[in-house]
């Protein structure tokens, strides 16, 4: 399906705007990690502070990835309304309004902006990818690998600065302490400045040409209703969401567990910083590596090994040797999480089945990955320990490792239109 701009000068004028908009999506990926890794560090600072329980922090941890699945499939109906780059201009006012709520009153609106910051966050992890695709389809794999480095940059930020703000605060007690308000409010300020760099955006409004038949709703639905008739669909979706599940529940726990370990809270922060750097160095190379050849198994069983080698190190190897397994586990998820974003463009013919079957992959997958800081929190109070919840990793690993592979096969599920056909 072609695609028209409704703004004067159409193509020329997006062509001439591809610097604009590429700074306009780095400055977004940067604010897609930092409201999620910045917690986890000062779980147990929080716990006291706030006085709530291991489960309450659990479900916090859960909340945003579930946000991701539940919200996903707004994206393309709104970009349809509205068009991409003013869902995104949005969500990025959504996020500044919910970083706030939830620093204005931690103990009565820290879940309601959470909520709010992660539904910001689920449509800008949906409509990112086709963006790039409609905009600058030539770039695609070098702009997509750009906009995961700086995901995992703004990843890295918040691991490393966590603690470090949280003391320099002054580390009160009450609910009602600097020490937290600062902490979750402090990353609104880098959501509001990627909103005045998406400015620029808001003239475009990118529609399918042609008129709108008057079936269009049930055509919306169908498009997504058709993507779970096709194998491939749910191979992209279940290797989207068992890798996440994997990454969302080491984000989540391991500071925590490395603190168990007799880390202190620094050097905890720094080892998930150290994770997040191994997925920045991945996530930049993966999609241009994967981008050059049409079929990626191989690229996922180097990934998953990564993965499973650096969870296994971490969990059950000696704390002195906990960097270079982090590191290692890093890797692997960065490379996954790129394949996992990659093959939502490379498995669709088409920019609007892109769409469709990147609503479906996260809606679903993230749903699935919502699970993993819910049942590694749960199966951590129950034994004590994490060896039980480092051996459900490491099972989901190879769970991983068989669903990536046939996602992985040089294949496309039908385009859109034939789909909802």
Known sequence: MKIRERAPSGRLRARQGVPLLVIGVLALALNLRVAITSLPPIFPELETALHVSASTLALLA??????????????????????????LGLALALLVVGLLLRSLSPTVLLFPGTIVAGAAIALMNVLLPSLVKRRMPERAGLVIGLYLLMLSGGAIIASLIAVPVFTAAGAGQSSGSAAVRISLGL???PAL????????????????????????PRTRQAGLLAMSRHPLAW??????????LIYYASLSWFPTMFRDHGVSAAHAGDLLALMNLGNAVTALLTPMLAHR??????????AMFATAAGLAGAVFGPTVAAAPFILLLGLGQGATLGLGIFYTMARAPDPVTAASLSAFSQGIGYLIASA??????????VTGAWTVPGLILLAVSAVTVVVGWQAGRARTVPAADAAGG
């Open 372 to 381: 993993g800081p819910l049942v590694i929190g749960f199966l951590h109070d």
């Open 235 to 244: 191979q992209v979706t279940l290797f989207m969401g068992l890798q996440s």
């Open 293 to 302: 050849a049409a079929d990626q198994r191989a690229h996922v069983a180097v």
């Open 193 to 216: 400045l990627a909103a005045v760099l998406w400015l620029p955006q808001l003239r475009y409004r990118t529609l399918p040409e042609g008129p709108r038949p008057p079936s269009e």
């Open 187 to 189: 990353w609104a300020a």
């Open 62 to 87: 859960a909340v945003p990835v579930l946000c991701f699945g539940v919200f996903s499939g707004a994206g393309a109906p709104l970009s349809r309304w509205l068009g991409e780059e003013r869902v």
